[in-house]
């Protein structure tokens, strides 16, 4: 008679699979809650003391650590000293193993749980059957995963109880990362109860995420490339839900990221327009069909196609604006009913439902290149008054000193070289990504045109040179932010003073390579 170990944290799907197991002739081997759940399902099962004449010990913690159960699984069938061996010392041998882990993700995941109970949550017996029976795959088969249930049994019948050796691989394959999961989930919760400085450690010795595919995308950056979508496993929240619109692509969700980061760093109703990552517009206003008004009015031209990021819910008002212009994407906190109604008439423009696309305890920024992976801690340092040195002669007034803040603040999310120009909360021209800064400086201005007059500029980065303010002076900018520290940051103030305009030194530099 084939023989079975069953020890189970979820039993969906449980007493079906078992009862056909049963009907194949497997003898049923179980434990504790899992023996318990079988009988009173009128399963037929045995305790797992029947093979290790052992009881359960340590409230538990110990049940199926024993040589009787573990020699059962790892022996290899096809070895007659293995054979040999069990038959001597009246060992069972185990023809499938069926074990799903205790829920640490899940308990972890309340708020209320304290480390006791996340210890108590720490799976002993169950990763090392598992781990057992795919080691010996050759011999022993093993399910994790409840979906797997109907195609074992399908199988099973069809081969005379017995499963392929293609089979018995793939479960070991999906058991190894089943069990590499949850160790790391542990490895993690720990990890997150240190203090970020214990040992003189800034970043962790050892990062180790988890990610699972969720779905593949139509391609990558362009249709030659392959891409998927994938999250970390065990995320608390879900990042992004879609209410409406065709399926997003990769650059959308390049660009959903970049629109949602601008606008939370907004306290009053913002909107951000996004193109390629970078904002061709942005604002502030009274109220959030202002504030999307203003950012799209910053550059209509560009924004045509774009990524709209709002930090408030959408209401009919915004709606009925957003709907006059074509955009990809639309991601906000919420929308009511009636913006739904007015915006889902337009059948491929994606609605998002965001919350924040890091949390407070995620402020690791990670970038891959090659063998190798580059982590560093976000870019969230804010600017504030205290933090200014006016280094010129023109000192900026309160309004001036406001709008500098606020550009300062969104030049950050503008790839370098940045320079951006604002009045009262509202972009007026951005240039991004250029190798030269006073380059950036022109087109920055170009966008602006004559509404620079008046308005004040940041840029991401020192001056080089006195070139970008003379074509400041010309557009008339009538004040500047920037982080200073150039060797000739005395030519850029004496230019300043010499057409009147104020500069303010930072000290932080914001590159966005």
Not at 49 to 72: C, M, N, S, Y
Not at 117 to 141: C, H, M, V, W, Y
Not at 276 to 289: F, K, W
């Amino acid at each position: 008679m084939k023989k079975a170990i069953v020890s189970v944290s979820n039993k969906e799907k449980l007493a079906p699979f078992i009862k056909e197991l049963v009907e194949l002739g497997f003898a049923i081997y179980s434990t504790g809650g899992t023996l318990k759940y079988l009988k009173d399902n009128n399963i037929k099962a045995k305790s797992i003391k029947t093979l290790t004449q052992f009881p359960e010990i340590l409230d538990g913690r110990v049940k199926t650590l024993h040589p009787h159960i573990h020699a059962g699984i790892l022996a290899d069938k096809s070895n007659e000293k293995h054979l040999k061996t069990c038959d001597e010392h009246n060992i069972q041998l185990v023809d499938l193993v069926v074990v799903n882990l205790y829920p640490f993700e899940k308990t972890i995941a309340k708020e209320s749980t304290s480390e006791l109970e996340a210890i108590e949550q720490i799976d002993i017996g169950g990763p090392t059957l598992i781990r057992a029976a795919a080691k010996n795959f050759n011999s022993t088969a093993v399910v994790v995963n409840t979906s797997h249930y109907k195609k074992v049994i399908s199988e099973l019948k069809n081969k005379q109880s017995e499963l392929s050796l293609d089979t018995r691989k793939e479960l070991a394959i999906e058991a190894f990362h089943h069990i590499a999961k949850y160790d790391i989930a542990i490895a993690n919760y720990f990890q997150s109860l240190r203090s970020p400085n214990q040992n003189g450690e800034t970043l962790p010795f050892l990062i180790q995420p988890t990610l699972e595919k969720m779905n593949d995308l139509r391609y990558g950056e362009n249709p030659h490339q392959k891409a998927a979508l994938y999250k970390v496993a065990n995320s608390k929240h879900d990042m992004l839900k879609q209410l409406h619109g065709k399926e997003l692509s990769y650059n959308n969700f390049l660009d959903i990221e970049a629109a949602v980061n601008i606008v939370n760093d907004f306290e009053l109703p913002g909107a951000a327009v996004i193109k390629h990552t970078n904002p061709c517009g942005a604002a502030i206003g009274e109220d959030l069909v202002t504030a999307y008004t203003r950012a799209h009015d910053a550059d209509s031209q560009s924004a045509f196609g774009s990524i709209v990021g709002l930090n408030r819910g959408v209401d009919t008002k915004t709606a009925e604006k957003l709907s006059k212009t074509f955009i990809e994407v639309i991601v906000a906190p919420s929308f009511d009913d009636e913006a739904l109604t007015i915006l889902r008439k337009k059948a491929n423009l994606r609605l998002i439902q965001s919350r924040k696309i890091r949390e407070k305890d995620q402020k690791l920024s990670i970038k891959h290149i090659g063998d190798f992976f580059l982590v560093q801690t976000e870019d969230d340092a804010l600017v504030s008054n205290g933090q200014l040195t006016c280094v010129t002669k023109t000192k900026p007034n309160k309004k001036q000193l406001n709008d500098l803040i606020f550009a300062f603040s969104l030049v950050k999310f503008v790839k370098s070289n940045a320079i951006l120009i604002a009045v009262e909360g509202q972009t007026l021209g951005i240039g991004a990504g250029q190798m030269s800064r006073v380059d950036s400086v022109e087109i920055a201005l170009k966008k602006a045109g004559k509404k620079a007059k008046g308005a004040v500029l940041a840029s991401d980065a020192f001056f080089p040179f006195k070139d970008s303010i003379e074509c400041c002076a010309d557009y008339g900018i009538s004040a500047i932010i920037q982080p200073g520290g150039s060797k000739r940051d005395q030519e850029s103030i004496e230019c300043c003073d010499k057409h009147n305009i104020a500069m303010l030194f930072t000290g932080s530099r914001h590159f966005k390579h």
